[in-house]
């Protein structure tokens, strides 16, 4: 079998979300698209799945929230989409006097908010500092996303574009640590704020290699507002309108098909992707490649010595159905509310650093921290009828400083999940085990995944969600070769071999950016032949 005879202008390697907003834009450009995916769905990453028997609820498996995917790609592509917004912000567990309490971020009441914030600390500071910092990192994301969807700039470029130095000086120059410890004193309240500079990413508050700093600016700027929403119906909603979007352009997409090597590339001739498929093996030949797979897939593919660190994720991702949601310790809140947005826990910021010197020396921390959201209270259509009606909810839980490295051990994989949930049994009124619900065997309706199941059930190298290390979105060291491909940030060791995937530079997230960015790339580069 062999698709050489059948020229493509354009082949796709994996159908994730980025891959297939690639193949919607070239397609209704009018390029000749093949997409060739591994798995038996395209999606990747973002997709809804009924994750335990007998149980009528579409659980999004591994990615959950959308806050990067521009209104620009939505409307481009005419996709059926809806992000819902969620009113709660986060939640945060604590003990004050002895007293169970917490800080409730409401984003649509700023006084409950700040009479939060009085209730935890005993005084207004800390609510006005978290809106002079939070007023800084609205103003920032404001100028900068809008690059995001432009050729890259040099790092001049776009801190022209911030405008403001200081802002400029905390997020891009310093450790983020500086920043925090600056604005807000109490513990609690730095913990909150420095979780967006760990999800998935293994670091520390003053790592001088500002991991932490790139990490928190996407998390912050996502549309510029940097709120983080449900999609309505699952994230297999977002990725089955992109797939749509592409089929209904012209796109090709053939799933169960693994991609083995790329062959050329170097801009003298067609590229050849060599793949195994349902029928036997192949090879499709075409102008452009373009990635939407970790670098060091890419690496091995192209045959080339790794061009990076091995990635390594560092999370322990757990999808859970509940019977009901669990009474809290601190009575104060509803339930309802406190779940509805980003619920922390073991998250101030002592406790982060502990858990981090924990991971780094090889152990699984005592006290692991982890951010649960329930995705049911926002979007009850991912609950059947009668799922719904028995009061059930889903809960999905995202834990942190869980590197792939410790989990080698076959025991560690239950360690850090009992460690986990622990620490959750902490903050609430009743053991989390009598809230969840059975499936059809009579099991609780839990599962965990580890870096290391990610690697084996999605391809992710290491688990890495972001496939390799965020890169601040601005070309390094201020050069680009001139290329359409380094204009975009999606360059690659050969000419027409492009990355269009979360390893790309302003990739990471479910955000189709680097798919957009391969196609202009690619368009750019001329005409189809």
């Known amino acids: 079998m062999t698709d050489t005879a059948s020229r493509h202008d354009a082949v796709i390697v994996g159908g994730g979300h980025n891959g297939l907003v690639a193949a919607a834009y070239l397609a209704r450009a009018g390029r000749r698209v093949l997409v060739l995916e591994k798995l038996g769905q395209a999606g990747g990453a973002a997709v809804s799945t009924r994750a335990f028997a007998g149980v009528d609820a579409r659980l999004s498996r591994y990615s959950y929230l959308v806050s990067l995917l521009p209104r620009k ?19 945060t567990p604590a003990v004050r006097g002895g007293t169970p309490t917490g800080l409730l971020v409401d984003a649509a009441d700023g006084a409950r908010t700040r009479e939060s914030f009085r209730a935890l600390t005993g005084s207004d500071r800390e609510w006005e500092a978290w809106q002079r910092f939070y ?73 001088p290699s500002l991991l932490q700093n790139r990490c928190f600016l996407y998390h912050v700027i996502g549309n510029g507002t940097g709120d983080w929403d449900v999609p309505v119906g699952g994230m297999g909603a977002v990725t089955g309108a992109l797939e749509e979007a592409a089929r209904a352009a012209g796109a090709e997409i053939r799933t169960g098909c693994e991609v083995t090597a790329i062959g050329g590339g170097d801009g003298r001739g067609d590229a050849e992707v060599s793949y195994r498929g349902p029928d036997g093996e192949g090879v499709a030949a075409a102008r452009h490649v373009l990635v939407n797979a970790a670098p060091a897939v890419l690496d091995r593919l192209l045959g080339e010595e790794p061009s990076g660190p091995a990635p390594e994720g560092a999370q322990l991702k757990v999808n859970m159905v509940l019977r009901r949601l669990p009474r809290l310790r601190d009575s104060s809140v509803d339930p309802r509310d406190a779940f509805a947005g980003t619920f922390h826990i073991a998250e101030s910021y002592g406790q982060l650093e502990a858990a981090y010197r924990e991971a780094a020396a090889g ?54 999940l009992d460690a986990t949930l622990a620490q959750l049994d902490a903050v609430l009124d009743e053991p989390l085990a009598d809230c969840l619900a059975v499936d059809a065997d009579g099991r609780p309706c839990l599962e965990a995944k580890t870096p290391l199941d990610l690697e084996r059930e999605v391809g992710l190298p290491g688990g890495h969600i972001f496939h390799r290390d965020l890169a601040f979105p601005y070309a390094a060291d201020g050069g680009r070769d001139g290329s359409p491909a380094a204009r975009w940030g999606v360059a690659t060791t050969r000419r027409n071999v492009l990355l269009c995937g979360a390893g790309a530079v302003r990739g990471g997230g479910v955000s189709g950016i680097p798919g957009h960015n391969a196609a202009m790339a690619v368009l750019e580069d001329g005409p189809a032949a």
């Open 363 to 416: 152990r699984v921390p005592q006290a692991p921290p982890s951010e649960i959201y329930c995705h049911s209270l926002s979007d009850p259509s991912i609950l059947g009828p009668e799922t719904a009606g028995q009061g059930a909810h889903t809960l999905t839980l995202f834990g942190l400083h869980l590197p792939a490295r410790l989990f080698g051990d076959p025991g560690a994989k239950q360690q850090a």
């Open 135 to 207: 007023g800084t990192t609205a103003r920032v994301a404001e100028r900068v996303f809008p690059t995001l969807t432009g050729p890259l700039p040099s790092r001049e470029e776009l801190r022209r574009t911030v405008g403001d130095g200081a802002a400029w000086e905390a997020l891009f120059e310093r450790p983020l640590g500086e920043a925090v410890e600056e604005a807000f004193a109490d513990d609690l309240v730095r913990g909150v704020v420095l979780t967006d500079a760990l999800i998935g990413t293994f670091t520390h508050a003053h790592d």
């Open 73 to 91: 790609v939505v409307a481009d592509l005419g996709l059926r989409v809806e992000l819902r917004r969620r009113r709660i912000s986060s939640y």
